[in-house]
């Protein structure tokens, strides 16, 4: 405004006066312009390195598990982007399986309705995008936080997938068809992989790499776990984790 007030006074009528008056708001112009863009558009991209790949292998009705994904995973993946940690999860745990006809039948520690629950979550899983399964499946594992972890609610559970964006009729033409069969037994194989065989629910590896030691960071303080794995790997630390 004082600008444009000295341009509209008299004085302007000098064309010495006028033409000092534009140079000098050309050039306040020119440094502001200046410094907004080397601050914002030219600012460097945060640097990343390679994410740390985590396993988790659990049962949907286990305790244990729904503690560890409603206290120390969820918070942890909510607060660092995939690009720090990307989160493969295995449901089934101590789950077996043996061919009866042409499908696979399931043996679960927590019995059938587990396995049903395993079947739904591992559809959950397959059949949607990364980030709206991880929303679905820990909703429903909320749900199971002070209720009766021996049953299931299935209209929440519906609901839960709803309000993240996931597909129910999909979901549930895979749970209760061969699709879904198939998508457990992927899992009972993934469980049996291990070496040595898990001997606790959750198990959760970093980096393909299991120990007493992971297991009892993981349960602890999973995010210090992620962000000190990061660390060592990338030789410099992720923003979110300072």
């Not at 000092?20 to 200046?34: Q, S």
């Not at 395993?118 to 429903?140: F, G, K, P």
């Not at 990061?230 to 410099?236: A, G, I």
Request: charged content about 25%.
């Amino acid at each position: 405004m004082r600008l444009l007030s000295l341009l509209a006074s008299p004085n302007c009528h000098k064309a010495s006066v006028c033409a000092a008056i534009v140079i000098f708001t050309i050039g306040l112009l020119y440094n502001i312009l200046k410094d907004y863009r080397r601050e914002t558009i030219l600012a460097p991209p945060v640097r990343r390195g390679k994410p740390v790949k985590v396993n988790v292998y659990y049962e949907t009705l286990c305790p244990d598990s729904i503690s560890f994904i409603n206290y120390q995973l969820w918070p942890t993946f909510q607060s660092l982007p995939r690009e720090v940690m990307d989160v493969y999860m295995i449901p089934c745990g101590k789950c077996s399986d043996d061919k009866i006809g042409d499908k696979w039948d399931f043996t679960c520690q927590h019995g059938e309705t587990e396995c049903q629950g395993n079947i739904e979550q591992t559809c959950i899983l397959q059949r949607s995008i990364y980030s709206r399964s991880m929303d679905a499946v820990q909703c429903i594992m909320k749900l199971r936080v002070n209720h009766d972890t021996n049953g299931r609610n299935p209209a929440d559970e519906r609901q839960c997938m709803k309000d993240a964006g996931v597909d129910v009729a999909e979901v549930e033409g895979c749970s209760g068809g061969v699709a879904g069969n198939e998508y457990e037994h992927e899992m009972v194989l993934e469980t049996h992989k291990l070496r040595p065989r898990l001997d606790f629910v959750p198990w959760i590896t970093v980096n393909g790499d299991e120990s007493d030691d992971i297991q009892t960071a993981a349960l602890h303080d999973f995010k210090k776990l992620i962000c000190k794995t990061y660390l060592t790997m990338n030789e410099s630390a992720a923003p979110e984790c300072n």
